[in-house]
């Protein structure tokens, strides 16, 4: 069974994004013996832009933007990330509650015309319907699967045929459909994501990948249900971890790393050794985890000490298990 | 005060000479002699695509002169959006101005995507707002609403995407086509300009919109009477709810070091399509009143290129050539400028200019043609009018 990882990029949530946000602002200088030139001409991006490239360089498989209502939205940071990394696939998240499917779905194709196919969606809606309202989106939660699932058909619709129609209760399309160069380009890879048996039903029947958070119970079983009932639709779904990961060669420096950045006891959180780390990431790939979505509180260095030290360890281990 | 040029990133395909429309970059047409379609070499693909085309328009616009560039949106064409992202990092001062029709994103999503765009490329996107020419088109999209309730939807998605974005407690609104409760934008996003707003619709119901929300009312080049009319129209109703709005014109130039020169050009480019000349702008069943207004020429119909010539230097063939509306510039560099000059005197504050094939054409209309606009005051001096 093969494994791949993704680097989730850095939001609001991350100190250097805060900072260089602050810098962006035009907040005072806090370099009080230092000629300083930079006049507001970085911002956070430059920083997210720098860990997209080091994940590319770091030999991971694609990077994936979150959809935080307190900070970028995802398509575009992704769009501008196109042009800086060349392979690593690139996963927007985002609501459905967007918007119209027809117009996202020919953003989706314009990205896999301009990036040779590496384009992928997750889709989630923020759980909290006030936060919902508040992004003008005021689907109930009883209405949410159905419109996820509207948006999936509409937008594979026009996608993967010429002449499409559908009436829904919350998406229609009369004789839509790509054409031209337009036509033809793959539908973006689905991602979708929970842990209720609902959540688990629904990706059985539409998603390529279900991913699942590190601290979610009896992690196995809920891989292995979310299986069969993909098979039952004679369908296969990649599996997924979401979680956090602080390593250090120490593992000591890593807990104490991991500490401070408040989230010691986090149920998502990976940390130790390198060697304490790899080992971790080859046991959840043993319950069935395919694919690992990773992310840290300090994202530059961790991506880099992912990538060089932890990954190369990992590939060595599931070699051995496989021989 | 100076005149607001941009040019114009050409989203499904750049025609390579005005002589033979049938010969284009971008994978619109195949590839064959005199095509050239981004993304194959020896008919293998090299990892090029049709974006890295518009990065060489929008790095030309930007060097020659102009703020930056419009950016359309149809069925047929890549999404601005995207194309605006991807380019974001790779120009300097461009300005994108994204082809929107506010229907199709809910405004505070539209308000994120936006601030985002905004914080990565410094403050340079804009919107010019469209509001759908109804019929097949707008149902291909997924939109049934009429054209007085589009504009309606236009007009209150403008009320929250500002609001949530400049207002100074979180909006709540409770609209006929938008809801929100308790919208704000994060600190760090609202903490960009908000895109100026170019307007476009020639309807009653797109004057009502227009004035309580455009900063630039655009309109497509008409006879210059029409467009003085248009433009006192929209001053006035703009200025009764006491705002100020400026006016735009978008327009297609072929300007040559001769008169002689820009209509041979033409010739060769009417003579070249045959006697399957086809209107590529008059669209089936749709309700957009500028759209009727361009058709009026049917160009189509024409059996001379000559007959199309509606006035000096103005001629309503430019929609067989090309999609888009059916009247341009045509003339030497002088009499290029020399008509923006008059348009300028007429009230125009800002033009999108274009010309074929628009790469090499941004270069030419900005070391040619913009240095020759004499600008606001300069022309009235001058004693440059109008004619129709
Ligand atoms: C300068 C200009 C640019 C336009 N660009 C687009 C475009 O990119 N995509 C589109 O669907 N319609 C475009 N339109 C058409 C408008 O969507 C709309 O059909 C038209 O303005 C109808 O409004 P009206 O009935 O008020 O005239 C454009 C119109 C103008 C004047």
């Given at each position: 069974m093969s494994v791949s990882f993704y680097w989730r990029l850095p939001g609001p949530d991350d100190v250097r994004n805060r900072a260089f946000d602050a810098l962006a602002g035009g907040?005072?200088?806090?370099?009080?013996a230092v000629h300083d030139?930079?006049?507001?001409?970085?911002?956070s991006f430059d920083h997210v832009a720098q860990v997209a490239r080091a994940a590319e360089l770091a030999a991971f498989d694609g990077i994936i933007a979150a959809d935080d209502p307190g900070g970028d939205a995802s398509l575009i940071t992704l769009g501008a990330l196109a042009r800086e990394v060349r392979r690593v696939r690139l996963i927007a998240t985002f609501s459905?509650?967007?918007?119209s499917a027809v117009y996202a779905a020919k953003k989706a194709v314009s990205f896999q015309r301009y990036t040779g196919n590496r384009f992928g969606w997750a889709l989630q809606s923020a759980p909290d319907a006030a936060r919902r309202r508040s992004l003008g989106d005021f689907v109930t939660d009883a209405d949410l699967a159905t419109r996820l699932e509207e948006f999936l058909v509409v937008a594979r619709g026009v996608v993967e045929s010429e002449r499409f129609s559908y009436d829904g209760r919350f998406f229609g399309v009369l004789d839509g459909g790509f054409q031209g160069p337009l036509s033809g380009r793959p539908f973006p890879e689905l991602t979708l994501s929970g842990d209720s048996d609902a959540a688990l039903a629904q990706s059985a029947r539409l998603a390529d990948v279900h991913a699942f958070n590190l601290?979610?119970?009896d992690l196995a079983a809920r891989i292995g249900a979310l299986h069969a009932q993909a098979r039952s639709h004679g369908r296969t779904v990649e599996v997924a971890l979401r979680a956090r990961i602080v390593s250090h060669p120490d593992g000591q420096r890593a807990r104490l790393e991991a500490a401070r950045a408040g989230i010691?006891?986090?149920?998502?959180l990976i940390t130790g050794s390198y060697d304490e780390v790899a080992a971790r990431i080859e046991a959840l790939h043993g319950l069935g985890v395919q694919r690992f979505e990773l992310s840290a509180p300090r994202s530059l260095d961790e991506v880099y000490r992912t990538g060089e030290h932890v990954l190369p360890r990992v590939r060595r281990l599931i070699g051995k298990e496989a021989a | 005060m100076a005149i607001d040029f941009f040019w114009r990133l050409p989203t499904h395909g750049d025609i390579t000479t005005v002589r033979d429309p049938h010969s284009t970059r971008g994978d619109w047409s195949p590839l064959r002699d005199g095509n050239q379609a981004p993304g194959l070499l020896h008919g293998e693909?090299?990892?090029?695509?049709y974006v890295d085309h518009l990065a060489q328009i929008a790095k030309a616009a930007e060097i020659s002169g102009f703020q930056g560039g419009l950016i359309p949106s149809f069925p047929m064409t890549d999404d601005p959006w995207v194309i605006a992202a991807h380019l974001a990092r790779e120009t300097k001062t461009f300005r994108f101005m994204l082809a929107f029709q506010?229907?199709?994103?809910n405004p505070v999503e539209a308000a994120r995507l936006s601030a985002t765009l905004q914080r990565v490329s410094g403050n340079r996107m804009l919107f010019n707002i469209i509001t759908g020419g109804g019929g097949p088109a707008q149902l291909w999209w997924g939109d049934s609403f009429a054209h007085d309730d589009r504009y309606g939807r236009t007009t209150e998605f403008l009320d929250i995407f500002k609001g949530v974005w400049k207002g100074s407690a979180p909006l709540s609104y409770d609209g006929r086509f938008y809801k929100v409760e308790n919208g704000l934008l994060p600190p760090s996003l609202a903490a960009t300009d908000l895109p100026e707003i170019y307007f476009s619709g020639s309807s009653d119901a797109a004057l009502a919109s227009a004035s309580k929300h455009a900063d630039f009312y655009l309109s497509w080049l008409e006879p210059f009477d029409q467009v003085a009319e248009k433009f006192a129209r929209v001053k006035e109703r703009t200025a009764a709810l006491g705002r100020r709005i400026k006016c735009a014109i978008r327009v297609d130039i072929i300007a040559r070091p001769t008169e002689e020169e820009a209509w041979a050009d033409v010739k060769a480019g009417f003579e070249s399509l045959?006697?399957?000349?086809?209107?590529?702008?008059?669209?089936?069943g749709g309700d957009s009143v500028g759209v009727s207004r361009q058709a009026?020429?049917?160009?189509?119909?024409?059996?001379?290129?000559?007959?199309?010539?509606?006035?000096?230097?103005?001629?309503?063939?430019?929609s067989l050539l090309r999609g888009g509306p059916a009247i341009g510039i045509v003339g030497s560099y002088e009499q290029a400028a020399q008509k923006l000059d008059e348009l300028i005197a007429l009230g125009a504050d800002g033009f999108i200019l274009a010309g074929t094939p628009h790469l090499e054409e941004a270069y030419r209309i900005g070391e040619e043609v913009l240095p020759l606009v004499r600008g606001r005051g300069q022309a009235e001096r001058a004693g440059l009018r109008a004619v129709g």
């Open positions: 907040s005072p200088a806090r370099l009080p030139i930079r006049n507001g001409r970085y911002g459905p509650g967007i918007g601290g979610t119970t010691a006891d986090a149920p998502d | 693909p090299d990892g090029t695509s506010p229907g199709f994103v045959g006697p399957e000349r086809r209107d590529a702008f008059r669209q089936s009026g020429y049917r160009p189509a119909d024409a059996r001379r290129y000559e007959d199309l010539i509606i006035a000096p230097n103005l001629w309503a063939g430019f």
